[in-house]
């Protein structure tokens, strides 16, 4: 159950789908030099594998306890998160004003890439850390800024999102938590749940976003408010001091991530818990989605590491346990590995398919943040930043489907020890079930690619983009380097066709949307699965082409490598985007059909 | 969490799809009239729903435990296994003349769904009871039917299947357990795992059949014999006597199923576990497969109980939780149930039309079966015989896969609550993960459709499928009965692409396979996918044309049941059937493409 950084493939998206060596290029990215990227790449996968992915399987079985009121996570993760924070790898991305190293947050998704991949339930604690971040960052004062950020970004002390409560999950806008004015500060009252690394013993303060409604704010979203509470008021010197009123009440027996704590949070059970306001009042929904956007980014990298480590694990199985022959073996041949058989191949080539496709997706995604923040250009930022939200979501549900998928094969390439938890198998699929849960349901995200991201601009971006994937088909229909030979033209042919089909299903939704909102609705996830499907083979195609351009150039190429880019593309394109059509047929006349079931029908 | 039993669905398929009126024809299925039908399932309804449903969560939450060498059920375990021995469900379909009650397999399919539903880790218990059963009145001696028949038919005693062993799962030819003759019976000496209810509590004594090789027989699968080794020796009177020498040495833990204890059991430890050969020495694989297809097909409907049972509790939460507003509803209103979130009832909706179709697919099995045992002319039962074997690995590996999916789906109904092990989602989600493993992996279920039901006669029978499903396209298309009026044509097209499509694969597997049978094998699962997807989709077809002549034919039909199996196949044909053309693509030219990536590129 040993992991491995997949350092080749970060280094080559970064170079082939991010575009690192123009990143590096824009103020502020300068030090991200190609030599950096790989220091910081082999680093960082040093500290995953040998720090952090040992304590996983031992993290799952321990979970987090809460004793006493206080939380007490698995052993060897206090010493690890130290470990973590001393070598600076939760600053990674930011701003260097207040001890961040500034570097792009294309390299830093892929070093929480390794980490999520080491050990998913600890690396929601900087995830965390990193949308309190944001929040400040965006909207703080700058005292506020000047008190809290340092702290942060060195991951000294962690950060919370509290929005959940029992009767306001996916629907923020009914929350009940109140904030009384007192003073400079509120007294927050309330009870919030699935708070991850809601309380713990990692850092020595946590430092809750909450949303509450101040007293007489209108309901629903227009009401809410974002405050900052720490869990330790900090002293005149900034260390933390006296104790807040809010406390863990209870954790959740989940289905996996057992070792992140999700709480159930009490605020001002006594006298109020003292919180600030964060920007202002009645703007808490605007400033959460300020961080929404790279949260879920986070979440869909999530989906990859998991897929990234359920797949090595199945891989590692494959090429040892010996069971039955080979198709072409002698009838009196030993046992083969079971990799030799087509459809265990066909399994691992699926699981590295969707796990190369979704780490091109997220990486993408991220560089087009790099250039939202730091593009001189206003245009070009504001490019970035439309290409950014329509990635957002797709990234998000694509590649978290795509995390649970490939845990699911893992754990079929196991057969019957795939099904007993010492194995580690299940782990993965126990714990990738969440994401496509957390920070928004894929279904969420289904809506918001359709009305905000679709819908709101006449489909202006996704014209955009699709214009870039016909560039890719047309660049790959008269690509005539060799490596291209056997699967470019079956490439591009299946990619056309799927961008068809996307073209197809947009077009529809964008005729229907208007006036019949419900039967756009009922086809948002297939549109969503499709749009995902066809960004996953696009950047696949793209990552070929880059493959056997190198192929023919590099002196001294690392030809299984790139020539296995190639086939995997080739894989991706005969084996998942032809279901792209299918999903179109589901937009456009299927899933409206479910509507004709009433009620009494189910 | 509680269950109720489909009886009104169940009731029927029954009818519709296994003519049990002409079931009932037939000899020794006289006592299959309608108003028995009806009280079997009715109270084999109570039972689950009474007695064994209310074990499912305390069962999963305490598992079963090995104590002092002994294996304890948790709690209740015992108590409902005897209410379920007492009222005699465990004989329903077995042989009179050993203490059964000889009614139709496919009415104790039913019945069996049903107990699969209220608590997959109880079910298991009579499920391995059942394979034993079969062997024994296929392959044993009159003495040994005389002396352990009765027990197990009435479940007082309960029965294992012992294949498994460390290096030898789907390859069960590499087993290397010995029996060594001695006088008329043989010492058995070797360590078997997995062994479902390999001990327990509930039962007073536990049969387990056993592949071992005897002294000098040849390797692989040839030299494989079966064995009968009882945990108590019967004594004089056939009552439980001295303690055989094998023992449970230890249960898994697991994923799911906690309460199924899946033992490790050594055998001859000491002097050697005493057992007595089933059928001919070195034929123990032949004797296993008489009773796989069973077993395979009891384990498909679990995959359709899981199913039922993971709807049902998820269509109770989306008419009770209420979270935002419907698309069409006032700004103001208040919040609304989800079920009225078009993405929501999609969801449900698939749900439905999974299990539904999953039911008719296992229960048109089992009459096939029951026409293979009981026809009167031997050309009609060799006929039945041919197509309950080629359903069986469909029914396996689809209803399974459909069991994932829609526990899948029914925890991501409940979104962040899904997540919580309290809820139960969570544990059919874990559950159902098993059925594509055992009793054959899914993987195993598509190579023995590809190779022995398809390719063995050259494809007569699947063609002789084909020309049926042929056969509902046109009467669907030219059917004018008023309920078929909006569905009727969109559900026949939709089943002729996937008609068209699965015949395109099917001709390329015949023309290929016998060739290149690693391309071939390649394909094995997506054309299995395919195959199941289509069946699933004709069946509710003929549901759907059998509901619209009720709706015209009865005086007081049922509306909202029978209109709804109209809608929930036309809904599978819009939604789930056009992927059949991306599968069969997928079979003829994505699979194979898998065997171009070469061990260097994994």
């Known amino acids: 159950m040993s992991y491995s950084a997949p350092i080749k493939d970060m280094s080559f998206l970064l170079r082939e789908i991010c575009d690192m060596a123009a990143l590096a290029q824009l103020p502020g990215y300068e030090e991200a030099t190609p030599d950096l990227v790989e220091t910081v790449l082999e680093e960082a996968g040093k500290l995953s594998a040998e720090v952090v992915a040992p304590l996983n399987h031992s993290g799952d079985l321990e979970g987090a306890l809460l004793e006493n009121g206080r939380v007490r996570t698995a052993a060897g993760f206090p010493e690890a998160y130290r470990q973590f924070v001393e070598g600076g790898w939760n600053a990674l991305p930011f701003d260097p004003d207040h001890g961040g190293q500034g570097l792009p947050w294309s390299l830093a998704i892929a070093t929480h890439e390794m980490l999520q991949s080491a050990n998913m339930a600890f690396s929601l604690c900087p995830l965390l850390t990193s949308g309190s971040v944001h929040l400040l960052q965006a909207h703080g004062t700058p005292a506020q800024k000047a008190l809290y950020l340092p702290k942060l970004i ?37 009870q919030k749940i699935f708070i991850t690394w809601g309380d713990h013993d990692c850092a020595e303060n946590i430092v809750h976003m909450v949303l509450a409604r101040t007293e007489g704010a209108p309901g629903g979203t227009k009401g809410i408010s974002l405050f900052l509470v720490p869990k330790f008021l900090p002293d005149a010197d900034g260390k933390p001091g006296r104790r807040n009123d809010l406390r863990c009440v209870s954790l959740e027996h989940k289905l996996g991530i057992n070792a992140s704590p999700t709480a159930v949070m009490a605020y001002g059970d006594d006298e109020g818990a003292t919180g600030w306001l964060i920007g202002e009042a009645c703007q808490g929904m605007a400033a959460m989605f300020t961080m929404m956007n790279n949260a879920r980014l986070e979440v869909g990298t999530q989906g990859v590491a998991i897929a990234e480590r359920a797949y090595q694990q ?12 080979a198709l072409d073996a002698a009838p009196t041949a030993a046992a083969d590995v079971i990799l030799r058989h087509p459809d265990v191949r066909r399994m691992l080539a699926t699981m590295k398919a969707l796990t190369e496709a979704g780490r091109a997706m997220a990486y993408l995604a991220a560089a087009a943040m ?38 699911d094969l893992g754990i079929q390439v196991h057969g019957g020890v795939g099904f007993i938890e010492e194995t580690g198998a299940a782990q993965h699929y126990r714990d990738a079930r969440i994401l496509r849960i957390y920070e928004g349901t894929n279904g969420i995200q289904a809506i918001d690619l359709l009305s905000r991201k679709l819908l709101r601009d006449g489909g202006a971006e996704v014209k955009a983009l699709q214009a870039e994937i016909a560039e890719t088909v047309a660049a790959l229909t008269k690509c005539d380097l060799p490596g291209l ?19 197809a299903a947009t077009d529809w939704l964008l005729a229907h949307g208007p006036g019949d909102p419900a039967a756009a609705a009922a086809g948002a996830t297939p549109y969503c699965q499709l749009f995902g499907t066809l960004l996953g083979g696009w950047l696949l195609a793209r990552s070929a082409l880059a493959a056997a351009a190198r192929l023919a150039e590099e002196e001294a190429p690392d030809r299984p490598f790139l020539e296995g880019k190639i086939k995997t593309a080739h894989f991706f394109a005969a084996n998942l985007l ?10 456009t006349q299927g899933a409206p059909s479910c509507l004709a079931l009433d009620d009494a029908t189910f």
Not at 380 to 405: H, I, M, N
């Open 154 to 190: 060195s991951g000294e002390w962690s950060g919370t999102m509290n929005l959940t409560e029992p009767q306001a999950g996916s629907d923020v806008g009914a929350l009940r938590t109140r904030a009384v004015k007192d003073g400079e500060a509120y007294r927050i009252y309330g």
């Open 314 to 325: 199945a891989l590692a199985y494959a090429r040892e346990r010996r069971q039955g022959r």
């Open 370 to 407: 790099d250039r939202a923040q730091a593009a001189p250009d206003a245009a070009e930022r504001a490019a970035a930043e439309r290409r950014f939200a329509l990635l957002t979501p797709l990234v998000k549900a694509w590649c978290t489907d795509a995390g649970s998928q490939v845990a």
């Open 485 to 503: 030979a056997a699967a470019g033209l079956p490439t591009a042919a299946a990619l056309e066709a799927a961008l068809d089909a996307q073209g």
């Open 578 to 587: 032809p279901h792209c059509q299918a999903l179109a047929e589901t937009v």
